[in-house]
């Protein structure tokens, strides 16, 4: 009870406020709803970091020797303080949930009642309570220790290597403790991955597949994303239905991380089965990326496939068994290394087949594989034999190849959806553009990227910890809140937490890319033969229909 009382009792009144102004901050909408789970979340958190910011100020403060208010007119100030804190959190609290409501009407969700607030408040309260209890037994490990020093050494030297220690016992638990569970707990993925290879379904039975019992790449060992892969999208039949024309049963050719050690072999794996479907015959060859799971997202691949009567072959190579993510933070390397490895290959062997009669060439790649994809994508090497064009969707916003193509947008023209010169050779497209518009027509290469103004993966921004982002400096897009304003540091953690959340938004929203909108961009990079707006439109409403005819939304 004496230490209970000793850690009430040492509660910073003016600490907390800070927080709490940060927590106000907190409820203005960013660029994905919230829901009460992961609002109270984050404001138990962002008031811990005020907390924190708070006594951190007035260490400094007292250390500096500086005036204080005290007595009556510290009180009187506190307390104003205080009623202008509370009152203006209180304001926010109730304005939040229309605030919410707006953004949920733009991404066509279901509104949020007055329960929510109650919710969030509790979790908040909670979530604090928790980060300030373990706070607490940092600070009564800090004084242990310090108090252990102070009988050998004088006290500032004490202090300091209180700090130090404490620190260095911190890293060490949770090093050893949380960073080791998360790896094991990535071990354990890699198992299952494994054991998928044991339960595998039938091999495929037409010796065009990759798996089937003439291919060259072992069926077992593909891993499920690449089974699926396989097994799945239109066939001729279904495409021919739609066309109503004669159509082709489209390729594609998928190697698991397990078909190979290194990335380079397991490129010419793909490259060798390429050869043996004859690939290299079709009018379309289309080298992806896959995610950090080596998942391929049909809503992409199935309606090139009808756009092209299935005269096409697509490649592509596994090299995580992790979530996006976690690839993004640990196998990063990996994912650039597979994809370039695999389109060098395939341009290698591409570059020197006859121009007349060879595929037209390639690069795709969605989020974690859009950012590997354009890594191989070097197009000073492909300068003497270029690649006909590229698609890539939700690029990731550490790719330098986006970040240098976003710097040399029109000035005039918004960061979410840029103009690049006239529109020959770069185009871009979100949920209500498609990309079919230009100053001028394409020129001979063509490079699309299908970007949702309301993707946090895309257009997040390490430096919004201080200043805004560049694309809050434009007027709001289509399905951004116009609330929506920069504070720093609050607006960091409401983008990293958009970052958890946008792959759970609504389709065509967030980081939920839709089979609909990849109909356009891929019109405009492939140019079908004889395809017409009317086409994309027909494809459109065909793809919304569902997933038994072979042309499914994420």
């Known amino acids: 009870?004496?230490?209970?009382?000793?850690?009430?009792?040492?509660?910073?009144?003016?600490?907390?406020?800070?927080?709490?102004?940060?927590?106000?901050?907190?409820?203005?909408?960013?660029?994905?709803?919230?829901?009460?789970?992961?609002?109270?979340?984050?404001?138990?958190?962002?008031?811990a970091i005020g907390y924190l910011l708070g006594q951190t100020l007035s260490l400094i403060w007292q250390a500096a020797d500086l005036p204080r208010l005290q007595g009556r007119v510290g009180k009187t100030f506190d307390l104003l303080l205080a009623l202008g804190v509370v009152a203006l959190t209180g304001w926010i609290l109730v304005y939040s949930l229309?605030?919410?409501?707006?953004?949920?009407?733009?991404?066509?969700?279901?509104?949020?009642?007055?329960?929510?607030?109650?919710?969030l408040s509790g979790l908040t309260t909670l979530t604090f309570l928790i980060l300030y209890g373990l706070g607490a037994l940092i600070a009564a490990l800090f004084h242990w220790v310090r108090g252990r020093f102070y009988r050998v050494m004088p006290p500032r030297r004490a202090n300091v290597l209180g700090v130090l220690t404490v620190a260095a016992i911190l890293?060490?638990?949770?090093?050893?403790?949380?960073?080791?569970?998360?790896?094991?707990?990535?071990?354990?993925?890699?198992?299952?991955?494994?054991?998928?290879?044991?339960?595998?379904?039938?091999?495929?039975?037409?010796?065009?597949?990759?798996?089937?019992?003439?291919?060259?790449?072992?069926?077992?060992?593909?891993?499920?994303?690449?089974?699926?892969?396989?097994l799945s999208g239109p066939d001729a039949k279904a495409i021919s239905a739609f066309t109503g024309k004669p159509a082709q049963e489209p390729l594609r050719v998928y190697v698991g991380r397990a078909n190979g050690e290194t990335p380079r072999e397991r490129a010419e794996l793909a490259?060798?089965?390429?050869?043996?479907?004859?690939?290299?015959?079709?009018?379309?060859?289309?080298v992806t990326s896959p995610t950090g799971t080596g998942w391929m997202d049909p809503g992409s691949h199935d309606p090139v496939e009808y756009m092209h009567g299935g005269d096409i072959a697509t490649v592509s190579v596994q090299y995580s068994y992790l979530q996006s993510p976690l690839a993004l933070i640990?196998?990063?390397?990996?994912?650039?290394?597979?994809?370039?490895?695999?389109?060098?290959?395939?341009?290698?062997?591409?570059?020197?087949?006859?121009?007349?009669?060879?595929?037209?060439?390639?690069?795709?790649?969605?989020?974690?594989?859009?950012?590997?994809?354009?890594?191989?994508?070097?197009?000073?090497?492909?300068?003497?034999?270029?690649?006909?064009?590229?698609?890539?969707?939700?690029?990731?916003?550490?790719?330098?190849?986006?970040?240098?193509?976003?710097i040399a947008r029109?000035?005039?023209?918004?960061?979410?959806?840029?103009?690049?010169?006239?529109?020959?050779?770069?185009?871009?497209?979100?949920?209500?553009?498609?990309?079919?518009?230009?100053?001028?027509?394409?020129?001979?290469?063509?490079?699309?990227?299908?970007?949702?103004?309301?993707?946090?993966?895309?257009?997040?921004?390490?430096?919004?910890?201080?200043?805004?982002?560049?694309?809050?400096?434009?007027?709001?897009?289509?399905?951004?809140?116009?609330?929506?304003?920069?504070?720093?540091?609050?607006?960091?953690?409401?983008?990293?937490?958009?970052?958890?959340?946008?792959?759970?938004?609504?389709?065509g929203h967030g980081h939920a890319y839709y089979a609909r909108d990849y109909i356009s961009p891929w019109a405009e990079v492939t140019a079908p033969k004889g395809w017409t707006r009317q086409d994309t439109q027909r494809l459109r409403a065909h793809c919304d229909l569902g997933v038994e005819l072979g042309c499914r939304n994420k």
């Not at 707006?102 to 109650?118: A, D, F, N, T, Y």
């Not at 089937?212 to 790449?217: A, E, G, R, V, Y």
């Not at 390639?362 to 890594?375: K, T, V």
Request: aromatic residues 12%.
């Open 171 to 230: 890293f060490v638990v949770t090093r050893d403790g949380i960073f080791d569970r998360v790896v094991a707990s990535l071990d354990q993925s890699y198992e299952t991955a494994q054991e998928l290879f044991d339960v595998a379904p039938p091999l495929p039975h037409l010796d065009f597949q990759s798996g089937s019992t003439t291919s060259l790449i072992d069926w077992a060992a593909m891993g499920q994303p690449g089974r699926d892969f396989v």
């Open 98 to 119: 229309e605030w919410q409501n707006e953004l949920r009407q733009k991404m066509s969700m279901v509104p949020v009642e007055g329960r929510h607030l109650i919710q």
């Open 410 to 507: 029109n000035t005039d023209s918004p960061w979410v959806l840029p103009e690049i010169g006239r529109g020959t050779l770069v185009r871009y497209a979100n949920h209500v553009h498609d990309a079919s518009e230009a100053p001028r027509p394409w020129g001979g290469m063509r490079i699309a990227f299908l970007q949702y103004s309301s993707d946090p993966i895309v257009f997040y921004d390490p430096r919004s910890l201080w200043r805004a982002p560049p694309w809050m400096n434009d007027p709001p897009a289509e399905d951004v809140s116009r609330h929506l304003v920069f504070i720093p540091i609050v607006t960091q953690f409401q983008l990293a937490l958009d970052m958890a959340l946008s792959f759970g938004a609504p389709p």
């Open 271 to 286: 490259l060798a089965e390429l050869i043996r479907v004859n690939a290299f015959e079709r009018e379309v060859l289309i």
């Open 330 to 406: 640990l196998e990063t390397r990996t994912g650039l290394d597979q994809a370039t490895a695999l389109l060098e290959v395939v341009h290698e062997y591409w570059s020197g087949l006859p121009k007349d009669s060879r595929p037209r060439l390639y690069a795709h790649g969605l989020s974690l594989g859009a950012w590997s994809s354009m890594y191989a994508t070097n197009l000073f090497r492909l300068l003497d034999d270029p690649i006909n064009g590229a698609f890539w969707a939700g690029p990731p916003f550490p790719s330098r190849f986006w970040q240098s193509i976003q």
């Open 1 to 47: 009870m004496h230490r209970l009382r000793k850690v009430i009792l040492s509660f910073s009144t003016r600490s907390f406020l800070l927080g709490l102004s940060f927590f106000a901050a907190s409820l203005t909408p960013s660029l994905i709803p919230r829901g009460a789970t992961e609002q109270g979340i984050l404001g138990g958190v962002v008031i």
